[in-house]
């Protein structure tokens, strides 16, 4: 019985701490994360040739944005990583369904001014597929590859140790041959440290 006491207590004590030990990276930004989000965001779409309409050429629409982040902590308050992010919209000019779709894979940095309030900026690879119309019928599509900036603020919220939910708002241009690209989007986000 003596043996089986002290046994049972160093048992029971262990058993009590365990999910303290496992608090050691509780609510820490340091390390690797995942992210997602989903939105929206009004895009325009502007083509060097004027004789054609993208659609979005005069003031933009509401499409669907895509967001999806994986990267690491370097402090609590500072973040690097790698972004893909998608806007997608379909449009109808002259009778002509016209598509839309640009994505970009960004290099960004993300910091944490006060608790969970952050702004992030990023610049990378931009691929943009864009039809245009004209009132003739005449249908040309612009698919190229260019450079993509962004900039943006938003504030997430751990809901526990590691998943951290959020919003975010923010500009994104990307700089084809050809056309050029533009949207202000906003999105729910949920990251995972």
Not at 71 to 84: D, K, M
């Amino acid at each position: 019985m003596r043996r089986t006491l002290p046994l049972l207590l160093a048992m029971a004590i262990f058993l009590i701490s365990a999910p303290a030990m496992a608090l050691d990276g509780y609510k820490d930004r340091r390390g690797s994360y995942f992210g997602l989000g989903l939105g929206g965001g009004i895009g325009s779409v502007f083509v060097e040739d004027e004789t054609l309409s993208t659609g979005l050429d005069e003031g933009g629409d509401l499409g669907l944005h895509l967001h999806a982040a994986l990267g690491g902590g370097v402090t609590n308050n500072l973040l690097f990583g790698a972004e893909l992010n998608s806007w997608i919209r379909t449009t109808d000019v002259y009778g002509q369904e016209l598509n839309h779709q640009h994505w970009s894979l960004n290099a960004a940095s993300t910091l944490f001014i006060v608790s969970g309030l952050f702004a992030e900026a990023g610049v990378g690879l931009a691929y943009g597929i864009s039809d245009a119309s004209n009132p003739a019928g005449d249908r040309r599509r612009y698919q190229e590859m260019g450079l993509a900036v962004k900039g943006g603020l938003g504030f997430e919220y751990f809901v526990n140790g590691t998943i951290a939910p959020g919003f975010r708002v923010g500009y994104t241009r990307h700089f084809y041959s050809n056309s050029d690209f533009e949207t202000f989007h906003g999105a729910i986000t949920l990251r995972w440290y």
